[in-house]
């Protein structure tokens, strides 16, 4: 077994280095994204190594019955598939408080007559694909997996797909 991983760890490493592309030291912009309610999210990349960079993501997420502020950190490794295209993936961890509208939780044995609110651990992997320009401006599509720890009444407690479109200046 330890030899499988041994070879697994080394063909990662291989395929990283011989794929390495440096990627931009500083990304900042925005990801528009979806999941049960339409939200945005100022993001910033920092490289970490010529294919490794760290994301975090600070967002608001709004739907029909609750408001929600959502901060999310990324460890990514970028492959490059040619010229400006990469595709990118890695696992993170973030925080989410959400405020819901009591008016469409009458039925709820703990109704309060004001807002309810839940905060939550979330944990958060990613893949995505994503396109440098010649000059400064990263866009990027990806796919946002998300576990959150919130109260079950709420449906915090399950797993979200966070599509997301994101648009960067890169320095």
């Known amino acids: 077994m330890k030899k499988l991983i041994l070879i697994a760890l080394a063909f990662v490493a291989f ?29 910033y990349q920092r490289a ?5 960079r760290l994301e975090f993501d600070l967002g608001w997420r709004t739907g029909n019955h609750y408001d929600g502020v959502k901060l999310i950190g990324l460890y990514q490794w970028v492959w490059n598939i040619d010229g400006g295209f990469n ?4 696992p993170g961890a973030g925080f989410a408080a959400y405020s819901f509208d009591h008016d469409h939780y009458y039925n709820h044995p703990n109704f309060h007559d004001h807002d309810d609110k839940d905060a939550f651990i979330i944990l958060a992997g990613t893949v995505g694909i994503e396109y440098s320009f010649d000059f400064p401006l990263q866009l990027s599509l990806d796919l946002r ?5 919130g109260d079950s009444y709420y449906d915090n407690n399950d797993l979200d797909f966070d599509v997301g ?7």
């Open 48 to 52: 970490i190594g010529d294919n490794n």
């Open 145 to 149: 997996p998300e576990l959150g720890f």
């Open 165 to 171: 479109l994101g648009v960067r200046y890169q320095f």
């Open 15 to 43: 395929t990283s280095y011989t794929q390495a592309q440096e990627i931009s030291k500083n990304a900042i912009g925005l990801r528009l994204g979806d999941s049960n309610g339409f939200g945005a999210e100022v993001s």
């Open 87 to 90: 595709w990118y993936a890695g």
